[in-house]
C-alpha cells in the first residue's frame, strides 16, 4: 500500500540529531495511525549519519535511507528525495525539527480543504510563534536576501527559507523534476517554479524554535545563495507579480467580499 505522506529529510552530519528527530517522528506518525514513509537523504557526510539511520531502519517502519558520496547541497538532497517519494502529499522538513513534526497537521488542513497544493510555514506571519529566535546577525541577513528575493524573483512571501514544506505528491515531484539549484536557494526556485506552473500556495504561520548548531557559512553561502538568485532568474524570467497574498490576506479577503 502507498504511504499517505513521504517525509523527506536533507542530512549532513546529522548523527547525533537525527535519533532524537526520528524518534519524534515515529512517535508522531504512530499517535495518529498516519501511514508514511520516512526517506532520509544522507548528503555525503563525513561523520556516520548513514549508519545511524540504516540501524535506525532495522527497527523503525517506512524508514529509508538514501545515500551518496561529496556533499552536493541541501537543494539537492532533496530533489533525491522527492523524486523517489511515493506519498499522495509530501513533506520536506529539517533534520533539527525546527518546526515540530506536529505542524504537519496544521498545513495538511489548507491542502485538503483549501483546494492548495503547496502549504508552506513561516516563521514572519504575525500568528507565527517563534520560540526562539535567530541571533540579530542572522535576522539581518535573511531579511536582506528576502528583500532581493522580492526585487529579483517572486514578491508573495513573507518567508521563503522556513526548511517545512508540504506539497501534494503530484506538485513535488514535478517541481523538483524541474528544480536545478542544489544549495539554499532552492526554496525560491521551488516556489517560482510553482507559481509558474500555475499551483495555489498557501503561506502559513507555525511555530519554531532556532536550532543554534547552524550548518550555514554566512559568507560563502550568501555569496552562492545571491549567485542563485541571478540563475534563477535568468531561467525562470521576470519576477514575477504578486498574485496571492499570505494566508490571513486571503482569508480576510475572503471574508469580505
Known amino acids: 500500500m ?19 528527530s526520528l524518534g519524534k517522528i515515529q512517535a508522531y506518525l504512530m499517535g495518529r495511525e498516519l501511514e508514511a514513509e520516512i526517506v532520509v537523504v544522507d548528503d555525503g ?14 527497527s523503525m517502519r517506512g524508514l529509508r535511507l538514501i545515500s551518496y558520496p561529496g556533499n552536493r547541497g541541501k537543494g539537492y538532497a532533496l530533489r533525491k528525495g522527492v523524486q523517489s517519494s511515493r506519498g499522495s502529499l509530501v513533506l520536506v522538513t529539517d533534520a533539527d525539527l525546527s518546526t515540530p513534526i506536529e505542524e504537519l ?11 492548495h497544493q503547496i502549504a508552506i510555514g513561516s516563521r514572519a506571519l504575525p500568528l507565527s510563534d517563534v520560540v526562539r529566535a535567530q541571533p540579530t546577525w542572522r535576522k539581518g541577513m535573511g531579511r536582506l536576501f ?3 528575493v522580492k526585487l529579483l524573483v ?8 522556513c526548511g517545512f514544506k508540504l506539497f501534494s505528491g503530484e506538485a513535488a515531484r514535478r517541481l523538483f523534476d524541474e528544480a536545478r539549484i542544489d544549495r539554499f536557494a532552492y526554496d525560491v526556485e ?3 517554479l510553482a507559481k509558474r506552473n500555475g499551483y ?4 502559513v504561520p507555525i511555530t519554531w524554535k532556532n536550532c543554534t548548531a547552524s550548518k550555514v557559512n554566512p559568507v560563502l553561502d550568501s555569496l552562492q ?3 542563485d538568485l541571478v540563475k534563477i532568474r535568468i531561467r525562470i524570467g521576470q519576477r514575477q507579480e504578486k498574485v496571492l497574498a499570505p494566508l490571513e490576506s486571503l482569508d480576510s479577503e475572503s471574508a469580505n467580499p
Open 2 to 20: 502507498l504511504p499517505e505522506t513521504t517525509i523527506v529529510i536533507p542530512a549532513y552530519n546529522e548523527a547525533e540529531r537525527l535519533p532524537g
Open 45 to 58: 557526510s563525513t561523520d556516520n549519519t548513514a549508519a545511524v539511520v540504516r540501524d535506525l531502519a532495522a
Open 105 to 115: 497537521e496544521t498545513l495538511k488542513q489548507h491542502i485538503s480543504a483549501q483546494s
Open 146 to 148: 528576502n528583500q532581493i
Open 154 to 161: 517572486i514578491d508573495d512571501f513573507m518567508d521563503t527559507q
Open 190 to 192: 521551488i516556489l517560482a
Open 200 to 203: 495555489r500556495i498557501a503561506e
Open 225 to 227: 545563495m545571491l549567485a
